[in-house]
Each structure stands twice: as C-alpha cells, then as structure tokens.
T-cell receptor, first 115, second 110 residues
C-alpha cells in the first residue's frame, strides 16, 4: 500500500511569509507525528496527534508553528512569519497505534528554505 | 529528559569490513530502541528495533542488542557493502514519540 506522502517536496519562501506543509499518513494509522531535521542535526520532535485526543504540542519551538489534523487523517503544519532559522527538512510520520513499541513510518519530507 | 548519543561520523570503511556504530541512551522507564536508516535521496526507514532488555533486533545483516546494564544499542554488521552507505539514526521510543541521535554517516568504498 501507499506510504506516508508529503507535499510539497521543496518550498522556497521569503522571510516573513506563511507556509503550509501537508502530510497524508498511511491509511488506518491512528497516530501522526511531525519532526524537523536541521542540516547536520538529528530529528527534532514537533507535535503528535493520536486519534481524537488533544495533540501533544510540547515540541513546537514557538507560537508561529501550528498543526491540524482533519478527520483523523491528513495533517497540515503551518509556519507563520517564517524566519531563516526555520529552514530545515520537515518530516511527517505515522504509526498504526500509539506506544513505545510502535514503529513510525516516515514520509520523504518537505525541504523548506527561507530566504 | 530522554536523550540518545551516537558516534559522530563519517565512518569510512572498505567493502566487507566489520561495522560498529555506537549508541547509548538515557531514559526514564523502559523505552524501545530503534535504528533508522536514510539512504541518499530517500526518506527514513526502520532498520531494526528491540522492545525490551536483551532483545536483539536484526535485519539485512545488521544486528543490535538492547543492553540495559550499559544503556546501549550498538549497531553491527559483519561485512558491509557499498549499498550500505547511508546515514544511520539511533532512536529511543518513549511514551509519546521518538528521540533521535544526530545520525552517523557511513561511507563504504569498493
């Protein structure tokens, strides 16, 4: 079946603009995660959604970042008033269930460059 | 909080050499441990995992054993191939998400 898909694959924007990044998880997966990968760094957790529960936003770096998950499926990560330090690859992952043993399946990422 | 430390790269090896990439962790509770791999131009893929102490995860000739006493999950392969060239990430599965190390680049030459 189809894996996790993300769009766009690349995004170049000007400082101060808003951007929206989209994630389509694997069908039937109840949990969805967003990570950020800066150049030469590991993955940094941003936010996760599990079923109908309130999302865990503890990893969001500032109030310029927000995310939604509509209908328990597609998710959108929005970055308002982008800054150059927001330049990174944004990765989405999904898992069938939720818990420490669950395998997360990653999408190809959106490469964001803020000029 | 939870953290993962893995050896810095790049690790440069000749084909058929033995590979070890060290990974240690700090965590509260009893996490699961994972190795993910990122091949050039591709997304992250799960390589192997172990969910409890003394478990050994294995896949594609790679192995790692969950060592609670040394809080380690070192990745090993007996004979690497050029196609193993990639970035390898050790990760810890806590209650809500994964905590990743910074990644180790492996370069294998013919």
């Amino acid at each position: 079946g189809a894996g996790v898909s993300q769009s766009p694959s690349n995004k170049v924007t000007e400082k101060g603009k808003d951007v929206e990044l989209r994630c389509d998880p694997i069908s039937g997966h109840t949990a969805l995660y967003w990570y950020r990968q800066r150049l030469g760094q590991g993955l940094e957790f941003l936010i996760y959604f599990q079923g109908n529960s309130a999302p865990d936003k503890s990893g969001l770096p500032s109030d310029r970042f927000s995310a939604e998950r509509t209908g328990g499926s597609v998710s959108t990560l929005t970055i308002q008033r982008t800054q150059q330090e927001d330049s990174a690859v944004y990765l989405c992952a999904s898992s069938q269930g939720f818990g420490i043993e669950e395998t997360q399946y990653f999408g190809p990422g959106t490469r964001l460059l803020v000029l | 909080g939870d953290s993962v430390t893995q050896m810095e790269g790049p690790v440069t090896l000749s084909e058929e050499a033995f590979l070890t990439i060290n990974c240690t962790y700090t965590a509260t509770g009893y996490p699961s441990l994972f190795w993910y791999v990122q091949y050039p131009g591709e997304g992250l893929q799960l390589l192997l995992k172990a969910t409890k102490a003394d478990d050994k995860g294995s896949n594609k000739g790679f192995e790692a054993t969950y060592r609670k006493e040394t809080t380690s999950f070192h990745l090993e392969k007996g004979s690497v191939q050029v196609s193993d060239s990639a970035v390898y990430f050790c990760a810890l599965g806590g209650y809500s998400t994964l905590t990743f190390g910074k990644g180790t680049m492996l370069l294998v030459s013919p």
